[in-house]
């Protein structure tokens, strides 16, 4: 190819001749299809597995597993095998008639896949398309010009696809993974007809300084023609720019030119364009050619960080792959948009494409939503060879090179990376950007997976930009959110860090149609996601949603009182008086209120302050005095909600209907076994053999007792016990501590109206129950514990089976850990009884669990109403661990959480309802929960004496 001079003429008019613009655009005619939402049907045979060896009818695209045929199968009971025995290795054939428009003759016809899994093969009219394509995730097409009818005349195309490759690297690759294996054409299939004399393609180069620069490829070279582009504003339509260039009988033609007052692209502020292309030839136009785009600039400056158009931006992301439960990888233009709005409601910028490309739709979402995409090679732990690679590589960035979201393209998965293949996305990518190997060190990027707390921080002081392009790998209720809080303020602070990526979006379950409809996630292998197989939101979303959100309120504790905010704008390019702050002043129920929500006494909408992106700033807020909780809601330019912070007042720390306790008139009993209290009209009844209530109203109950519960890998100091030969099989295992106390009798005062229990030798030292006028009953209580505890209270053990519903206000509706306080907010909340199992059933938000910062819970059961109202302190709004405070209830716990059934998260002892001090920290699928980070460390308990209060009502 021959080098041209350039003419360039800015804001010229080029002079062309009238002609029809359908005549001489690009024109698609889709014969499958357009995704799994309007599947054509074509005539289909599979030859294995369920419905085989019969010509029958599949909808197209899809996954045939999904549609009936076929075996289902999971990736990694073969990994590492290229022909292993049993692998499904069925082939479908496809059959299909279609007419094309008589107008398309004497153009150039292409017919397109967007990816068939696996090998394909085509006829079309009996004659070949072209070479077998291999690999299922690719895009891939064919020139049938010369094969194809037009007009009535119909034509005939016959696909043969095989679920498994005939070459081993592919099966390696692309199959032998962490995932669902299916066969199919799994993404569109359609004809392109272009003007015999054609722009072939466009890659762009526009930067966020304004300079375009571009190449326009031709099918063939042509004497005395020009290309000439025409920018235009996307959302207003005006023409922003134009220029003209001569191809001086070559096959190509190059822009290079400045472009004034343009607006940016990036994740903040999508702002894109258009160009259009037009081909012409004395004066005559033969093809025009449309390309959104976005001017923005993307560097990876060694040892300091990346930069989107000069400022240093860190990665908010999340792995993505194409699934749903029911059409497996075959989605449709309203799931991609659904797929990346999810992303961007978590406050996330990035998005990784695990581990193979995705529908041109998806990257259409990120352009025009704003997220900073990593476009990766299809693979998993193996690597495409040279050839059939380089193949794959072009594919991928000829299709997805002009998306301003593409800032990255990836050289595989884990090891999966073939460095041969580097020169390939150079030739093809005109930006240059920069290659990544995910899990690896390479191109001045270090991205390793899964590293501790402690790991990452130790990588922080390499010289490398650090970017774990998967971390705090999630699963069921584990990772995520879970620990994020450490590793983001960790990972803030570090100058050399570009952010990372969490692993992953979505659960990748199947609904099998052959299994009454189960959505099989292979047990704790597809279960991995912050959302679960529906996009049901597990409390991690939550977490993200706040910890990720661009405006952070710095002053929860005090906010409300001063009724100022302190902002911090974590922004890279908006200032915050783009954003509108909501507020409202509320009042919360209180227990057996007929009014089930809160009350809103005051609220109004405020224009966010001058705060530049990261900087500081204040806003004032009108003052509300005699209410219960303040709510903040930010709004961003969009009009998207951001997060919304729940902080309350002062006067709301101590419950209302029991500011002043009045006692009740009591009348004693006793026999043998027990003492028998009456007061206010109700009976309670306690052991004499552990002290313990056992009768309250029409309640069977018993407690309290003491319980505490370490890790039982854990040696006496905290830490792994490498003395412990079975350590390893109990770090999922928790062993409790028994109290070894006695009873040793009750003090009765009438006066008071107080029974008071009393023990020694063990922990449990005290639990008096004072008897309050209005029925309920007040429970003070003491322990004392020395040592390493994961979990500390005391409980009080009722039927699970009897419980039917929760209703309380504090933070919710999602439980916590003691490493994910973030996410939930101080509200009025309820729930009916669930038990959902992880992993196979998708109940959220979980009614199982601890809860934090609670004014009151009550229990709705068969026998009745039990109310639980915490007093003399609340787990603090700034999600911080505290010491020990007198009289505190740091958590309630609501029975025990279920793991999964293969246990990999916890084994956590039975706590029936439980007033704690200490919660659990949960895990990651990859790291145990002290190699968390600080939130994630075992509490010592100091031999102190621990106390709290509480007042129960049975109704």
């Given at each position: 190819?021959?080098r041209?001079?350039?003419?360039?003429?800015?804001?010229?008019?080029?002079?062309?001749?009238?002609?029809?613009?359908?005549?001489?655009?690009?024109q698609?005619?889709?014969?499958?299809?357009?995704?799994?939402?309007?599947?054509?049907?074509?005539?289909?045979?599979?030859?294995?597995?369920?419905?085989?060896?019969?010509?029958t009818?599949?909808g197209?695209?899809?996954?045939?597993?999904?549609q009936?045929?076929?075996?289902?199968?999971y990736?990694?009971?073969?990994?590492?095998?290229?022909?292993?025995?049993?692998?499904?290795?069925?082939?479908?054939?496809?059959?299909?008639?279609?007419?094309?428009?008589?107008?398309?003759?004497?153009?150039?016809?292409?017919?397109?896949?967007?990816?068939?899994?696996?090998?394909?093969?085509?006829e079309?009219?009996?004659?070949?398309?072209?070479?077998?394509?291999?690999?299922?995730?690719?895009?891939?097409?064919?020139?049938?010009?010369?094969?194809?009818?037009?007009?009535?005349?119909?034509?005939?195309?016959?696909?043969?696809?095989?679920?498994?490759?005939?070459?081993?690297?592919?099966?390696?690759?692309?199959?032998?993974?962490?995932?669902?294996?299916?066969?199919?054409?799994?993404?569109?299939?359609?004809l392109?007809?272009?003007?015999?004399?054609?722009?072939?393609?466009?890659?762009?180069?526009?930067?966020?300084?304004?300079?375009?620069?571009?190449?326009?490829?031709?099918?063939?070279?042509?004497?005395?023609?020009?290309?000439?582009?025409?920018?235009?504003?996307?959302?207003?339509?005006?023409?922003?720019?134009?220029?003209?260039?001569?191809?001086?009988?070559?096959?190509?033609?190059?822009?290079?030119?400045?472009?004034?007052?343009?607006?940016?692209?990036?994740?903040?502020?999508?702002?894109?364009y258009?160009?259009?292309?037009?081909?012409?030839?004395?004066?005559?136009?033969?093809h025009?050619?449309?390309?959104?785009?976005?001017?923005?600039?993307?560097?990876?400056?060694?040892?300091?960080?990346?930069?989107?158009?000069?400022?240093?931006?860190?990665?908010?992301?999340?792995?993505?792959?194409?699934?749903?439960?029911?059409?497996?990888?075959?989605?449709?233009?309203?799931?991609?948009?659904?797929?990346a709005?999810?992303?961007?409601?978590?406050?996330?910028?990035?998005?990784?494409?695990?581990?193979?490309?995705?529908?041109?739709?998806?990257?259409?979402?990120?352009?025009?939503?704003?997220?900073y995409?990593?476009?990766?090679?299809?693979?998993?732990?193996?690597?495409?060879?040279?050839?059939?690679?380089?193949?794959?590589?072009?594919?991928?960035?000829?299709?997805?090179?002009?998306?301003?979201?593409?800032?990255?393209?990836?050289?595989?998965?884990?090891?999966?990376?073939?460095?041969?293949?580097?020169?390939?996305?150079?030739?093809?990518?005109?930006?240059?950007?920069?290659?990544?190997?995910?899990?690896?060190?390479?191109?001045?990027?270090?991205?390793?997976?899964?590293?501790?707390?402690?790991?990452?921080?130790?990588?922080?002081?390499?010289?490398?930009?650090?970017?774990?392009?998967?971390?705090?790998?999630?699963?069921?209720?584990?990772?995520?959110?879970?620990?994020?809080?450490?590793?983001?303020?960790?990972?803030?602070?570090?100058?050399?860090?570009?952010?990372?990526?969490?692993?992953?979006?979505?659960?990748?379950?199947?609904?099998?149609v052959?299994?009454?409809?189960?959505?099989?996630?292979?047990?704790?292998?597809?279960?991995?996601?912050?959302?679960?197989?529906?996009?049901?939101?597990?409390?991690?979303?939550?977490?993200?949603?706040?910890?990720?959100?661009?405006?952070?309120?710095?002053?929860?504790?005090?906010?409300?009182?001063?009724?100022?905010?302190?902002?911090?704008?974590?922004?890279?390019?908006?200032?915050?008086?783009?954003?509108?702050?909501?507020?409202?002043?509320?009042?919360?129920?209180?227990?057996?209120?007929?009014?089930?929500?809160?009350?809103?006494?005051?609220?109004?909408?405020?224009?966010?302050?001058?705060?530049?992106?990261?900087?500081?700033?204040?806003?004032?807020?009108?003052?509300?005095?005699?209410?219960?909780?303040l709510?903040?809601?930010?709004?961003?330019?969009?009009?998207?909600?951001?997060?919304?912070?729940?902080?309350?007042?002062?006067?709301?720390?101590?419950?209302?209907?029991?500011?002043?306790?009045?006692?009740?008139?009591?009348?004693?009993?006793?026999?043998?076994?027990?003492?028998?209290?009456?007061?206010?009209?109700?009976?309670?009844?306690?052991?004499?053999?552990?002290?313990?209530?056992?009768?309250?109203?029409?309640?069977?109950?018993?407690?309290?007792?003491?319980?505490?519960?370490?890790?039982?890998?854990?040696?006496?100091?905290?830490?792994?016990?490498?003395?412990?030969?079975?350590?390893?099989?109990?770090?999922?295992?928790?062993?409790?501590?028994?109290?070894?106390?006695?009873?040793?009798?009750?003090?009765?005062?009438?006066?008071?109206?107080?029974?008071?229990?009393?023990?020694?030798?063990?922990?449990?030292?005290?639990?008096?129950?004072?008897?309050?006028?209005?029925?309920?009953?007040?429970?003070?209580?003491?322990?004392?514990?020395g040592?390493?505890?994961?979990?500390?209270?005391?409980?009080?053990?009722?039927?699970?089976?009897?419980?039917?519903?929760?209703?309380?206000?504090?933070?919710?509706?999602?439980?916590?850990?003691?490493?994910?306080?973030?996410?939930?907010?101080?509200?009025?909340?309820?729930?009916?009884?669930?038990?959902?199992?992880?992993?196979?059933?998708?109940?959220?938000?979980?009614?199982?669990?601890?809860?934090?910062?609670?004014?009151?819970?009550?229990?709705?059961?068969?026998?009745?109403?039990?109310?639980?109202?915490?007093?003399?302190?609340?787990?603090?709004?700034?999600?911080?661990?505290?010491?020990?405070?007198?009289?505190?209830?740091?958590?309630?716990?609501?029975?025990?959480?279920?793991?999964?059934?293969?246990?990999?998260?916890?084994?956590?002892?039975?706590?029936?309802?439980?007033l704690?001090?200490v919660i659990?920290?949960?895990?990651?699928?990859?790291?145990?929960?002290?190699?968390?980070?600080?939130?994630?460390?075992v509490?010592?308990?100091?031999?102190?004496?621990?106390t709290?209060?509480?007042?129960?009502?049975?109704?």
């Amino acid at each position: 190819m021959r080098r041209l001079t350039s003419l360039l003429f800015l804001f010229s008019a080029f002079s062309i001749a009238p002609c029809s613009a359908q005549n001489i655009e690009t024109q698609r005619v889709y014969i499958s299809g357009t995704g799994c939402d309007d599947m054509k049907q074509w005539d289909f045979m599979c030859t294995d597995g369920r419905n085989s060896g019969k010509w029958t009818k599949i909808g197209v695209p899809s996954c045939w597993e999904l549609q009936g045929f076929g075996t289902y199968q999971y990736g990694m009971k073969f990994y590492g095998k290229p022909r292993p025995a049993g692998i499904a290795s069925e082939t479908g054939k496809y059959k299909y008639e279609f007419q094309l428009p008589a107008s398309w003759e004497g153009k150039q016809i292409f017919l397109c896949f967007e990816a068939s899994m696996t090998d394909t093969y085509c006829e079309i009219n009996g004659r070949k398309a072209g070479s077998k394509h291999k690999g299922g995730f690719s895009p891939f097409r064919y020139d049938v010009s010369d094969r194809v009818f037009f007009g009535k005349k119909k034509n005939r195309i016959e696909v043969t696809v095989n679920k498994e490759s005939e070459e081993d690297a592919v099966n390696m690759a692309e199959r032998r993974a962490d995932y669902w294996n299916f066969g199919g054409i799994i993404r569109p299939v359609y004809l392109i007809a272009k003007p015999a004399h054609n722009i072939e393609r466009v890659a762009i180069d526009a930067r966020h300084d304004g300079q375009f620069i571009c190449k326009a490829y031709l099918n063939h070279a042509l004497e005395n023609t020009f290309v000439s582009v025409e920018i235009r504003d996307l959302a207003t339509k005006k023409v922003v720019a134009n220029a003209t260039e001569t191809t001086r009988s070559s096959d190509f033609a190059e822009f290079n030119f400045k472009v004034n007052d343009i607006k940016p692209w990036s994740a903040e502020t999508p702002n894109r364009y258009e160009a259009v292309f037009t081909l012409s030839r004395d004066n005559k136009p033969l093809h025009t050619e449309k390309q959104k785009f976005g001017f923005r600039t993307v560097e990876v400056r060694a040892h300091d960080g990346v930069y989107i158009n000069g400022q240093k931006v860190m990665m908010k992301g999340v792995n993505r792959n194409s699934f749903r439960p029911e059409s497996g990888r075959t989605l449709s233009k309203a799931k991609n948009i659904e797929d990346a709005e999810l992303i961007k409601s978590m406050n996330m910028n990035a998005v990784r494409l695990s581990h193979a490309p995705a529908d041109p739709e998806f990257y259409e979402a990120c352009d025009s939503l704003g997220l900073y995409v990593m476009d990766e090679q299809p693979g998993w732990h193996w690597y495409h060879n040279t050839i059939n690679g380089s193949k794959l590589v072009e594919a991928m960035v000829k299709r997805d090179h002009n998306h301003p979201s593409v800032i990255f393209w990836s050289n595989g998965n884990e090891g999966g990376f073939n460095m041969e293949l580097d020169p390939v996305f150079h030739q093809f990518d005109l930006q240059k950007r920069t290659v990544v190997y995910p899990w690896a060190n390479e191109h001045g990027l270090e991205t390793k997976h899964y590293r501790s707390w402690g790991e990452t921080q130790a990588l922080l002081r390499e010289p490398e930009i650090v970017m774990p392009t998967e971390f705090l790998h999630g699963l069921y209720d584990g990772g995520h959110g879970a620990g994020l809080y450490d590793y983001w303020v960790m990972m803030r602070k570090a100058p050399r860090c570009a952010g990372g990526y969490l692993w992953d979006f979505a659960d990748q379950g199947v609904k099998r149609v052959d299994m009454d409809g189960m959505i099989d996630n292979v047990g704790n292998y597809g279960a991995d996601g912050i959302l679960g197989p529906h996009f049901e939101k597990e409390g991690s979303y939550y977490t993200i949603k706040e910890i990720w959100c661009p405006v952070q309120i710095t002053n929860l504790e005090t906010a409300f009182d001063n009724a100022v905010l302190n902002l911090d704008n974590q922004y890279d390019f908006l200032n915050l008086k783009d954003c509108k702050f909501k507020y409202a002043y509320k009042n919360m129920p209180q227990p057996g209120d007929k009014t089930k929500k809160a009350t809103i006494v005051a609220s109004g909408t405020l224009t966010g302050p001058d705060v530049a992106p990261h900087a500081q700033g204040i806003l004032p807020l009108p003052r509300r005095d005699n209410v219960d909780v303040l709510e903040v809601t930010v709004i961003d330019n969009f009009g998207k909600e951001l997060y919304t912070w729940s902080m309350k007042s002062n006067a709301a720390k101590t419950p209302a209907t029991h500011k002043e306790l009045k006692a009740a008139a009591i009348s004693v009993s006793e026999n043998d076994y027990s003492l028998t209290v009456t007061a206010a009209g109700k009976e309670y009844r306690f052991s004499k053999k552990d002290g313990s209530l056992v009768k309250a109203s029409n309640f069977t109950i018993a407690g309290p007792s003491f319980i505490c519960a370490k890790r039982s890998d854990r040696s006496q100091d905290g830490f792994y016990n490498h003395d412990d030969k079975e350590a390893e099989k109990k770090k999922t295992q928790y062993t409790t501590y028994m109290d070894q106390g006695a009873f040793t009798g009750f003090t009765v005062d009438a006066d008071k109206a107080t029974v008071k229990a009393t023990y020694k030798h063990g922990s449990l030292e005290s639990a008096e129950w004072t008897f309050l006028a209005d029925g309920s009953v007040k429970l003070d209580y003491a322990y004392t514990f020395g040592g390493v505890v994961d979990e500390m209270g005391i409980s009080f053990a009722y039927p699970e089976s009897k419980v039917k519903s929760k209703e309380w206000v504090g933070d919710g509706p999602y439980r916590v850990w003691q490493n994910r306080l973030h996410g939930p907010q101080y509200g009025y909340w309820q729930n009916d009884y669930n038990d959902p199992v992880p992993g196979e059933t998708f109940e959220y938000p979980e009614f199982k669990g601890y809860f934090a910062n609670c004014s009151w819970m009550t229990l709705h059961t068969a026998d009745g109403a039990v109310t639980i109202e915490p007093l003399g302190g609340f787990a603090p709004a700034a999600k911080a661990k505290t010491e020990a405070r007198p009289g505190a209830v740091d958590y309630i716990g609501v029975y025990t959480p279920r793991d999964g059934r293969d246990h990999i998260l916890y084994t956590l002892p039975e706590t029936g309802i439980a007033l704690l001090k200490v919660i659990p920290s949960v895990r990651n699928k990859v790291n145990t929960t002290d190699l968390n980070g600080p939130s994630a460390q075992v509490f010592w308990a100091d031999q102190s004496q621990y106390t709290g209060s509480v007042i129960l009502r049975f109704e």
